[in-house]
């Protein structure tokens, strides 16, 4: 960013979340709304970087048990056995199954774990001021916020084996306490993606900028 491309908020001007229009707020109000979809307006998302961090620490917390406790338990006439995310998904690669056991290990153990590391990384970079590579990290905003939208398919995997899976009193399986912590780092990943503003990325180059202009003057 240069002095030739201001960022909105130092022209007065809001983009609405919902719809992207930019608009510019009534005279002496701080908060406008949209005047196409009549969204509340913002400069930046309140508490935008704490809220992130608090989803972040709570998501990496439950991701532990999410992968040590069991998230499925078969009962059969032979006994039970509980099985966790990875020994699932050992169990399920075989000549035919390969394909939904990555799935399960992309889904359920890498892609979590790289949401929250990519966060992380916007967080202490935004708060650090730092203002070196912001396309990409705004690309890689983008791509987490994507990848997001896929994160509940190993909760529908398991959820479907447990409902197809009910041959009693032959076999029947349950869902495990892991399934719930597993389900909780999407759900926090999710709102951490959700409350990052990635404008605030651009605004530690702005603020450079102004001050250089400012010592210049």
């Not at 892609?111 to 001021?129: C, D, E, M």
Request: charged fraction near 15%; aromatic fraction near 6%; include cysteine.
């Amino acid at each position: 960013m240069n002095a030739l491309e201001p960022a909105a908020m130092g022209q007065g001007l809001q983009s609405c979340h919902g719809c992207g229009l930019l608009s510019r707020p009534a005279p002496g109000v701080e908060k406008g709304r949209c005047p196409r979809c009549d969204e509340p307006l913002e400069f930046r998302k309140p508490a935008s970087l704490e809220r992130t961090m608090a989803y972040l620490i709570a998501a990496a917390v439950c991701y532990i048990p999410a992968n040590v406790l069991p998230v499925m338990k078969t009962i059969t006439s032979g006994g039970s056995e509980s099985d966790t995310i990875l020994q699932g998904v050992v169990l399920l690669w075989s000549p035919t199954g390969w394909p939904l056991s990555l799935i399960v290990l992309f889904a359920s153990i890498m892609i979590p774990s790289a949401k929250i590391l990519a966060l992380l990384y916007l967080v202490i970079t935004v708060k650090r001021g730092s203002i070196q590579n912001n396309a990409q990290r705004v690309r890689l905003y983008r791509m987490v916020e994507i990848i997001g939208r896929w994160s509940m398919v190993d909760v529908f995997v398991d959820t479907f084996t447990v409902s197809l899976i009910q041959l009693q009193p032959l076999m029947s399986v349950e869902p495990g306490p892991g399934l719930l912590f597993f389900a909780a780092v999407v759900v926090l990943t999710m709102l951490a993606v959700e409350s990052f503003d990635p404008r605030l990325i651009w605004d530690s180059a702005d603020a450079k900028e102004t001050n250089r202009e400012v010592q210049h003057a």
